[in-house]
């Protein structure tokens, strides 16, 4: 490698589209950052979510 930096085992020099398949994870974490202005209180509210979305059911 170019960098000197030595590879995890199992993780050849040179990935093929099969391999980058087979090496990505199965789960992502998705994050957003808002905010909510209430018209009557005249407040606003930021909100942060993360949310795990897999091959099961989604978690917040």
């Known amino acids: 490698m170019p960098s000197g930096v030595p590879l995890?085992?199992?993780v050849p020099?040179?990935?093929t589209v099969v391999d980058l398949g087979r090496?990505?994870?199965?789960?992502?974490?998705?994050?957003d950052f808002f905010?909510?202005?209430c018209a009557v209180s005249l407040?606003?509210?930021y909100v942060f979510?993360?949310?795990?979305v897999g091959?099961?059911?989604?978690r917040v």
Do not use: I
């Open 8 to 10: 995890p085992c199992g």
């Open 43 to 45: 407040k606003r509210c």
């Open 35 to 37: 905010h909510v202005d």
């Open 23 to 31: 090496l990505s994870p199965t789960t992502v974490l998705v994050c």
């Open 55 to 58: 091959s099961g059911p989604s």
């Open 13 to 15: 020099d040179v990935l």
């Open 49 to 52: 979510v993360v949310m795990e």
